[in-house]
């Protein structure tokens, strides 16, 4: 087993951590450790490391592309995303090269149901991008480590355990308790309040 297929291997046999949603880049590797140690893992593709870059088009041709990507990867009816995907392909036939990439690295072997909405369970609709995690990564390196190249795995328990561990579940706590500025999930939960709020009680009877 390697390095990441052990981590994820203690968070199940040690941390109890029986259940798991993964969202990743675009990573065989990664894939084949997560698959490894939970074969049943809901695995996601972070939206913002999927746009297949291997088109070697003129830029018109290939922000049609983009876009039309996109669009896929929004959709959350399967019926609808199987049309766009079939007409997708139909109207770039004239670029056998990049549909042949498209299908090794994005729809073979079920790779499709990691990276477009119509394939994501509801209750993890609002994990599309690792970008938290990155975000969480570059605050553990300069607020917690100050940037130092310090590569010592004991200085950096140390910091998780000493420093990290209680501000992080202060955080939590606050979040649980609605104290202090809303995050992500509480502003999108709070705008669907105030829809709501906002139908009046003759709209409902109609």
């Known amino acids: ?33 997560i698959q490894e140690v939970y074969p049943l893992a809901c695995n996601g593709v972070c939206f913002m490391h999927q746009e297949p870059g291997d088109t070697h088009h003129n830029n018109t041709v290939q922000s049609k592309i983009i876009a039309d990507l996109k669009a896929m990867m ?10 766009e995907l079939t007409a997708f ?30 394939y994501q369970p509801a209750m993890y609709t609002n994990m599309e991008t690792n970008n938290y995690v990155e975000s969480w990564h570059n605050q553990l390196k300069t607020t917690y480590l100050g940037r130092k190249r310090n590569r010592r795995v004991d200085r950096l328990v140390f910091v998780l355990v000493k420093d990290v561990l209680s501000k992080y579940g202060n955080n939590i706590s606050r979040i649980l308790l609605k104290v202090g500025r809303m995050g992500p999930e509480e502003r999108r939960h709070r705008a669907r309040e105030m829809q709501a709020e906002a139908i009046s009680a003759d709209a409902l009877n109609k």
């Open 1 to 33: 087993m390697g390095p990441l297929a052990n981590f994820l291997g203690f968070l199940r046999n040690n941390v109890r951590i029986l259940n798991i949603e993964i969202t990743m880049d675009v990573s065989s590797t990664e894939l084949g450790a």
């Open 74 to 83: 929004w959709e959350r009816d399967r019926p609808v995303f199987t049309r």
């Open 89 to 118: 392909i139909s109207e770039n036939s004239a670029y056998p090269a990049f549909l042949q990439y498209f299908n090794s690295q994005y729809l073979e072997n079920n790779a499709f149901m990691r990276w477009f909405a119509a």
